[in-house]
């Protein structure tokens, strides 16, 4: 069977671990979208793995797979393979031959659009790692795929027909000197060639690349499990987010049939997990209704001050919670749980379980918060409205909950163990979304983790 797992909200809910967590059963566990941008955290046994691009069950020594809806930094790839491997770990992943390539130019690109966009104060706030260009090329009929990589001929012809595109981009559109660039190779045929030709000489070396929707099919076909695992989350969706403060791809369910070449009834006869982060966070410019103050740079008119109360709290959450961005290093700006954002995720979703985490982070405190609903133009509205525009213009309605204590996480294995505000908590966000929670955790490690079911089980 398949199992899917989806982030519900705005990215770095704890997917990583929960892809761990429930991975014991999977055979294979599939990247379907998103590239070196995306940062997943597996901890086992105290041990910190830090992931943007290896599929997350490499710790538990599955197959990964990179679909062909991910776009590939094969210099990363290669380097996170090699740093699992000096840690004693045989990562063994295959690339689908359709995704698409990150080369030089996609992140000198990204740089300078950016920089240009924050001239109009219209940055997105991207990672800067290449992935909006790539994916812009894909749409574009121009890009360069990992097949590519191992046909010196087609390859060359590839290359010889893109980079003077990117050239003439940078230096008549932005107006940018290429050789006063960091790395000028970046827009030169040759190097970019000799580049690609490496790395499409290891990949095949190692074996790496496959046909992936054949690959998977015949991986289920011998009667093994696969999990997908999307990056980034719902309201970051190309399609369904907040646009145009979006990720490139599409890192709901629909994007795992599409991503990984798996049929859409495929993906609906299996489970689709939805991680929910107890609270809300996010990296990057947006609406953000139940935020609690703002961060610089991210928070649009935000001008560094805030309620004195306010300010701690998103501090004191920000530091509980490790939120910091996985990929960048930036502080996350911190909110309430949104519970309109959750009705429209799993509206798009199909969610059949949820997995909450982070509930440990929110301990200690007085009251717990909740965006039960917004208000738009004086009319309660319980889901997000179709434009970014109109849902800046919400007010977040919030409703009240008694906070519970901190307790020896170390010590709760059964939901019964919990506290019983914080399983009032959970049960409203349960019923309010009607669907089941499958895990609920209160710790970073694996074994931190309260199951109530596996979606593998019969």
Known sequence: MTVTIVGSQLGDEGKGGVVDLYGDPADVVVRYQGGDNAGHTVVEDGTEYKLSLVPSGAVRGKVGVLGNGCVVNPATLFEEMDGLRDRGLEP????????????????????????VKSETDSAVG???????????????????????????????ERIEYVVPQKRALIEDVYGVDVDDLEDPDAFDVDAVYETALEYGERLAAEDMTVDAGNFLAEKRAAGENVMLEGAQGTVIDIDHGNYPYVTSSNPTAGGAATGSGLAPTVIGQGEVVGIVKAYLTRVGRGPLPTELAGVEGQTPGYDGHAGDDEEELATYIRDEGGEYGTVTGRPRRVGWLDLPMLRHSTRVNG??????????????????????????????????????????????????FDGWPEVDWDDVD??????????AYLEYVSDELETDIYAVGVGPDRDQTVVLESPYDD
């Open 414 to 423: 059964e939901y019964e163990d919990l506290p019983e505000n914080a399983r």
């Open 92 to 115: 063994d992943v295959r690339v689908a031959e359709r995704a698409h390539v990150i080369l030089p130019y996609h992140r000198v690109l990204d740089g300078i659009e950016e920089e």
């Open 351 to 400: 969610f059949t379980g949820l997995a909450v985490n982070h509930v440990d982070v929110l301990a200690g405190l007085d009251e717990v918060k909740v965006g039960d609903s917004y208000t738009l133009d004086g009319e309660e509205i319980e889901t997000l409205p179709s434009t970014t525009e109109r849902w800046a213009e919400c007010e977040a309605n919030l409703r009240t």
């Open 126 to 156: 991207t990672t800067g790692r290449g992935i909006g260009p790539t994916y812009e090329d894909k749409a574009g009929r121009r890009g360069v795929r990992v097949g590519d990589l191992l046909d010196e001929d087609v390859l060359r």
